[in-house]
């Protein structure tokens, strides 16, 4: 990267000088997993150390130091981040507990217990860890609820006197607890995002560690704050992570498809840059349905007309490939409906009926084939998970590529702006310069001027005095006679 940068030398580093951070930075750069992020993180921390500097600090903003810290970050610890979004109660938890075959995930979320929540593979035993927020995050999203008129959250917020807690949570240490059993496990989740409970506010994340998490250890599921938050702040963190996450399954009901579902598909392809391969739409609760069959079949056509246009997927093909519709809450049921509970069963067969069956045991496949569950799970084996390390390798390119391109803007506007500053300096001087010689030569003529008059007036005295000697001269003559 070439920078045609001058530098201030009293506020700026000497070449050796920065040459020498610039050799630190990579005698104590980590060993990365593959040669050419290795190179990236080397060119980002370089272009770092030059931003850094006094003379071109004025020229940066802090989200393009946010950007490169979170790229070189990411590059340290690489994961791929499969995205759950959407909605308030568009049921991403619902999908998820669906996929990891347990009931973990919140289905309860409201917009008050909104936060990330991941789930991962562990090597060694369950845990749950937990991060929270710092005096700076909350106080930009306290001032979030108050612009956003969040009179709920401040209600319930009151209510349950978390002030009183705000000063224990706010900037602690990150918390982690090894877990041994499932249910101790969704204790502590519930413990730690409960509305119930007045420390949930100040949780920034959580991140919950599965032996049994069956995906590679660098794949993480996110559940996500809903799209529709609203807290602001809250909503805003989903919309960055979906351009920060590797794919994205955007949850939307599949009742029907109206300008707010729109809306949130439509800022779904926004955020990730448009690149549409890396997002699934995922019609979600088809059980609801009157004729979950019938009417999904339709509303999946309706859905197409959509996600085929320009500003989603761009073709028909990859809309259809990449659109699925789900039943995540009646295949949880129908895995586990011999151990159910009376409601929950009276609740299984209600939605079964809907399929004109009496029993399920007879019809235990087709039904389980209809919440498409096992179909997505074999789709993110097949079109995602099994080339992970490809496609997040492929992500991180392009991610550099538009850093690069940012700080290659940025840099050619320093340059234009110096070189805009330098001509008007040396235009200032040619001005200068003109003006000195306009008053040179004003002055010049001044004293050509003064020199000429001289002159003149010593050649009339002259004139004068040899006029009145020979006046003198013959008034004298005239005497004599």
């Known amino acids: ?107 309860s979320v409201t917009p008050e217990t909104a936060s990330l929540t991941k789930f991962r593979s562990s090597k060694t035993t369950n845990y749950i860890k937990l991060t929270f927020y710092t005096s700076y995050e909350w106080e930009q999203l306290w001032n979030s609820v108050q612009s956003s008129k969040a009179e709920v959250f401040i209600e319930e917020y ?50 919950v560690g599965l032996t049994d998490f069956l995906l590679p250890e660098q794949v993480v599921f996110v559940d996500t704050p809903g799209l529709d938050d609203p807290v602001k702040y809250r909503s805003d963190i989903t919309r960055e992570y979906i351009d920060r996450a590797n794919a994205v399954l955007v949850c939307v009901k599949s009742d029907a498809l109206t300008g707010g579902e729109l809306a949130t598909i439509y800022s779904v392809f926004a955020n990730t840059r448009y690149n549409p391969e890396k997002v699934y739409v995922v019609g979600t609760q088809m059980d609801t349905l009157n004729r979950p069959e019938e009417n999904w079949r339709d509303q999946r056509q309706e859905w197409l007309k959509h996600l085929a246009k320009q500003d989603c997927y761009g073709n028909l093909q990859l809309a259809e490939k990449n659109l ?39 019809h235990l496949d087709r039904l389980l084939e209809f919440t498409k569950i096992d179909l997505l799970k074999k789709k993110l084996d097949n079109e995602i998970i099994i080339k992970h390390k490809h496609l997040l390798l492929e992500d991180l390119k392009q991610n550099y590529s538009f850093l690069k391109e940012e700080l290659v803007q940025l840099f050619q506007s320093i340059k234009q702006n110096q070189a805009e500053l330098l001509e008007a300096a040396n235009g200032n001087i040619e001005d200068v310069r003109k003006k000195r010689e306009e008053s040179l030569g004003l002055l010049q003529e001044s004293e050509r001027e003064k020199a000429e008059l001289t002159r003149m007036l010593k050649q009339l005295k002259l004139l004068t005095t040899k006029r009145a000697e020979d006046l003198y001269s013959t008034i004298r003559g005239l005497g004599g006679k």
């Open 158 to 207: 009151t209510k349950l006197n978390a002030d009183d807690e705000k000063n224990n949570w706010l900037n602690h240490n990150e918390l982690t607890f090894e877990i041994h059993n499932d249910v101790e496990l969704k204790e502590q989740i519930k413990k730690w995002t409960s509305s119930k409970a007045a420390t949930h506010y100040f949780v920034k994340e959580v991140e």
């Open 324 to 362: 699925i519709g789900t039943a995540s809450h009646f295949y949880s049921l129908l895995s586990n409906y011999q151990n159910l509970d009376e409601d929950s069963r009276f609740e299984l067969m209600s939605t079964a009926f809907k399929f004109r069956v009496s029993t399920i045991d007879e």
């Open 1 to 107: 990267m070439s920078l045609g940068i001058k530098i201030e030398e009293s506020k700026a580093l000497s070449i050796s000088q920065l040459k020498g951070l610039i050799d630190q930075t990579d005698s104590q750069k980590e060993v990365l997993w593959d040669m050419t992020i290795d190179r990236y993180v080397n060119s980002i921390n370089r272009a770092k150390i030059i931003l850094e500097q006094e003379s071109i600090k004025p020229y940066t903003t802090a989200g393009l130091f946010k950007n490169l810290d979170t790229f070189i970050n990411r590059c340290k610890s690489p994961e791929f981040h499969i995205a759950f979004v959407g909605a308030i109660k568009a049921g991403k938890s619902t999908l998820i507990n669906a996929l990891l075959g347990k009931d973990l995930a919140s289905t």
